[in-house]
Structure formats: C-alpha cells, structure tokens
C-alpha cells in the first residue's frame, strides 16, 4: 500500500461522505452543490487511484467522469429550473 492509495481512502471519506450528505438532504441549491462537490471528488479519486496502482487507463476515466459530473450536473440544473 502506498501513499496514493491512503490518499485516495483518506479523500473517499473525508470528500465524499460530506457530499453524498449534502446531495441527501438541504434544499435544491444545496444538493446541487452537493452533486458538484461529489463529481469533483470521484475524478480526484479516480486520478489518485491512477498514480497508485500505475494505470493510465484510470486518467481517461477520470477524465471522462469529470466531463459526465459537469453535464449532469448542468442537466440537473435545467430540469429543476422547468419545475
């Protein structure tokens, strides 16, 4: 176990758990916010993953999550604002 890895296991509860409780509960700007944050923080920790276990294939997914979690969240958004 390296360093990456602990850092990826110490960024999964400290990032996303807080995430994951904001898009739960709060009003719809809050979950927003929430969705935002756990987007940001699944590319962070597919990136750490990438440089523990030494596999570029988990970049261009990070990168392609970091793409689908801006999208989703813009979707997210129009629909609520039609509601």
């Known amino acids: 176990m390296n360093t990456w ?3 990826a296991a110490a960024l999964l509860v400290v ?4 995430a994951v409780v904001v ?3 709060g009003d ?3 979950r ?3 969705l935002g ?3 940001v923080v699944a590319t962070l920790e597919m990136l750490l993953l990438s440089e523990g ?3 570029s294939s988990y970049v261009d997914a990070g990168l392609v999550l970091a793409a689908l979690s801006l999208t989703g969240s813009l ?3 129009r629909l609520v604002v039609r509601q």
Do not use: I, T
């Open 5 to 7: 890895l602990v850092a």
């Open 15 to 18: 990032g996303m758990l807080p």
């Open 23 to 25: 898009a739960g509960r």
């Open 28 to 30: 719809l700007l809050d």
């Open 32 to 34: 927003l916010a929430g």
């Open 37 to 39: 944050m756990a987007g």
């Open 53 to 55: 276990y030494q596999r």
């Open 75 to 77: 979707v997210f958004a």
